[in-house]
């Protein structure tokens, strides 16, 4: 069980450049996560999908941010038009279903220059 | 809506030194709440969890407890080792989804 995967772990990004963030959740899980870590907001729920499905993207901002879940192996957190106050460690999660343990990635440090 | 409140940012031990870490949550619910380690480089851990039914956890030498009056709960070892250096986050999770709500994070350097 290789966990959560994430890629890439380090991102650097232009002004006004688009990222793309992958995740790999583990095998068998249902649910995943998105979050975003900053020093200054901490840990901060994004998004979260139930067997593909979009169920709660009440983190998620409004402009720019996006994320799907195509298939149950992989999921992608997508920014247009990165500004720099997007910097951040973004951690993708799963869990076998509700309330059960919620196992995280690595993450993807973004930096937006 | 649900919170939580970790107010201790920092703390520096010595090997063998008790730790305490204290975190107050507020929820309309029943609670589920849950102690978090994450390493340098690496994503936050599961290293606790305590529950209404439970009210205290066990793991590696580190215990968890809640107390539903002050809508307080910790947690506590007996005596840190350097390699428990690492961020502490409680958290809670909140709504039918298994959504958590992340205190700021203790961040716990150990000296030998």
């Known amino acids: 069980n290789a966990g959560v995967i994430q890629t890439p772990r380090h991102k650097v990004t232009g002004k006004g450049q688009e990222a793309t963030l992958w995740c790999e959740p583990i095998s068998g899980h249902s649910a995943v996560f998105w979050y975003r870590q900053t020093i200054v907001q901490g840990l901060e729920f994004l998004t979260y999908f139930r067997n593909q499905a979009p169920i709660d993207d009440s983190g998620m901002p409004k402009e720019r941010f996006s994320a799907q879940m195509p298939n149950q192996s992989h999921s992608t957190l997508k920014i247009q038009s990165t500004q720099p106050q997007d910097s951040a460690v973004y951690l993708c999660?799963?869990?076998?279903?509700?309330?059960?343990?919620?196992?995280f990635g690595k993450g993807t440090r973004l930096t937006v220059v | 809506g649900d919170s939580v409140t970790q107010k201790q940012g920092q703390v520096t031990l010595s090997e063998d030194d008790f730790l305490f870490i204290n975190c107050t949550y507020s929820?309309?619910?029943?609670?589920?709440l849950l102690w978090y380690v994450q390493y340098l480089g690496q994503g936050p851990q599961l290293l606790l969890k305590?529950?209404?039914?439970?009210n205290k956890g066990i793991s590696r030498g580190f215990e968890a407890t809640y107390d539903k009056g002050t809508t307080s709960f910790h947690l506590q070892k007996a005596s840190v080792q350097e390699s428990d250096s690492a961020v502490y986050f409680c958290a809670l999770i909140t709504g039918n989804t298994g959504k958590l709500i992340f205190g700021l994070g203790t961040t716990l350097q150990v000296q030998p």
């Open positions: 305590v529950t209404t039914a439970n």
């Open positions: 999660a799963s869990s076998l279903g509700t309330n059960t343990e919620v196992f």
């Open positions: 929820t309309t619910t029943y609670p589920t």
